[in-house]
């Protein structure tokens, strides 16, 4: 398995501009997330999904969207790119079944996209 | 959640154990403690989590207290390559609330030393 793989590894843009992250995962986990992590701080919820079709927003959604029309991809989008959105991006996947354990599984993370914004 | 305390740095000597502490005294009965890594510029990495028992794997033991308010992290035998952020997390997932959100705080900065 290659796991959860995000594209780019880097990219800059100007102000304004948009861009789409990629994240696909191969294992099969019905979840998966996109992180943001700023320089020396802890990682921030944008964006979960639970299954294909269903999104939530996490702490910080504001200035992005998401969809899930599949298993395997979940891919975020910035629609009008600010110097605030200068961060490193990791999208993550787990899995959960129908035991109460499967809830409690485990985040694979991908390893990051590092966007600045100019 | 519960909100999780942990020291911003620890040093540690190459060979020896490594025991990163976690405070979380307002841990409920359904929350799980969790540890993450973060290896510089790479994702974090998943070490291993538990509710109530101690829990070894091959990369960590967890020690968690009786009364759940706090535990510790080992690494048996640091190596250079476990320099790295180590986060705990606790949190509750339910079939309700499977999924939602899990808040990585800043974690501890553990250089092992050679």
């Known amino acids: 398995n290659a796991g959860v793989t995000q594209t780019p590894k880097f990219r800059i843009l100007k102000i304004g501009q948009s861009m789409t992250l990629q994240c696909t995962q191969d294992?099969?986990?019905?979840?998966m997330y996109w992180y943001r992590q700023d320089p020396g701080m802890g990682l921030k919820l944008i964006y979960y999904?639970?299954?294909?079709?269903?999104?939530d927003k996490g702490e910080v959604p504001n200035g992005y969207n998401v969809s899930r029309s599949t298993t395997e991809d979940f891919p975020l989008r910035l629609e009008l790119a600010a110097p605030s959105q200068t961060s490193v991006y990791f999208c993550?996947?787990?899995?959960?079944?129908?035991?109460?354990?499967?809830?409690?599984?485990?985040?694979?993370f991908g390893n990051g996209t590092r966007l600045t914004v100019t | 959640d519960a909100k999780t305390t942990q020291p911003p740095s620890m040093d540690c000597a190459e060979g020896r154990a490594a025991n990163l502490p976690c405070n979380h005294s307002?841990?409920?009965?359904?929350?799980?403690v969790y540890w993450y890594r973060q290896i510089h510029s790479q994702g974090p990495q998943y070490i291993i989590h538990?509710?109530?028992n101690n829990e070894t794997n091959e990369m960590a033991s967890l020690i968690i207290t009786e009364d759940r308010k706090s535990s510790t992290l080992i690494l048996p035998h640091a190596t250079l390559r476990d320099t790295a952020v180590y986060y705990c997390?606790?949190?509750?997932?339910?079939?309700?609330?499977?999924?939602?959100?899990?808040?990585f705080g800043e974690g501890t900065q553990l250089t092992v030393n050679p």
């Open positions: 993550a996947s787990s899995y959960s079944g129908h035991l109460l354990s499967s809830y409690n599984s485990p985040l694979h």
């Open positions: 294992m099969n986990h019905n979840y």
């Open positions: 999904s639970v299954g294909a079709g269903i999104t």
């Open positions: 307002t841990i409920s009965g359904n929350e799980y």
């Open positions: 538990g509710l109530k």
């Open positions: 997390i606790v949190h509750s997932l339910t079939k309700e609330t499977s999924g939602s959100r899990l808040t």
